[in-house]
């Protein structure tokens, strides 16, 4: 399925070719679901093995965005802690945010690690934000952790304000990336147009050009040669 909220053109005078393209916005209600199952598809192929969630205390002076801004930063500190802690040369790790019902963040992470003292960590978030209830589950099976990237990875991202959705550690990875590419455009000149394809269409035809379409992914435009070449928009 293409959201068809943009569209690519290449040609000139008498011909044109337009291929519909996905804003691969998480918005967007075409292409949120394939954002969702390529960061489900992400998680699980880091072969997590624990699933921590840090909590933010809601307060009246703090805004979700600020909360969100200290959780990252926690995690940061909380991180390079249990690093120095276990002696560990890297800690990988996938972090996602979500929203509780009033809206509030938390920040669910999947790690791949040894075990980790959970007070440990209370007593930090404590000592950071004031903020000690922290969850810790160990994810011992394959089944369980594809469930818990499911469920708690996949469910509802969150963005606050201008932090990520979700980041990872650059060693998370250990599964090759299975998830197909967008195709990139074939070479030459091409325009992108904010329409869809088949608004483009609509005004090819309305301009006297003969098209076809082969789905909702391709068309092709071409004016008849007993059209004389004159100023005729190509766009939407």
């Known amino acids: 399925m293409y ?19 996905r804003c691969r916005s998480w918005t ?30 809601r307060r009246e002076e703090a805004s979700p965005i600020a909360a969100a801004r200290e959780l990252s930063r926690c995690w940061r500190i909380v991180r390079k802690r249990l690093m120095r802690r276990y002696k560990w040369k890297s800690l990988p790790f996938l972090a996602v945010f979500e929203a509780t019902k009033l809206g509030w963040p938390h920040l669910h992470i999947l790690l791949r690690c040894d075990f980790i003292d959970v007070r440990l960590v209370s007593q930090w978030m404590e000592e950071l934000i004031g903020a ?18 499911s ?32 195709k990139q455009l074939p070479p030459g000149d091409w325009l992108r147009l904010p329409c869809s394809i088949a608004s483009w269409c609509r005004d090819m035809s309305a301009n006297g050009f003969q098209v076809t379409m082969d789905g909702m992914r391709f068309a092709h435009a071409l004016l008849p040669e007993e059209w004389r ?5 190509s766009g939407c």
């Open 3 to 21: 959201c068809q909220s943009q569209t690519a053109v290449k040609g000139l005078g008498r011909e044109f070719v337009a291929i519909s393209l």
């Open 28 to 57: 967007c209600p075409d292409c949120a679901e394939q954002r969702r199952n390529e960061l489900i598809a992400e998680a699980i192929d880091g072969k997590p093995n624990k699933f921590l969630t840090l909590t933010s205390r």
């Open 132 to 149: 000690p209830v922290v969850w810790l589950e160990a994810l011992e099976q394959q089944t369980k952790a594809a469930r818990y990237c």
């Open 151 to 182: 469920k708690y990875v996949g469910k509802d991202s969150q963005k606050f304000g201008t932090s990520k959705r979700y980041w990872r550690s650059q060693d998370w990875r250990v599964v090759p990336k299975r998830h197909k590419k967008e």
């Open 229 to 233: 070449l004159s100023d005729m928009g």
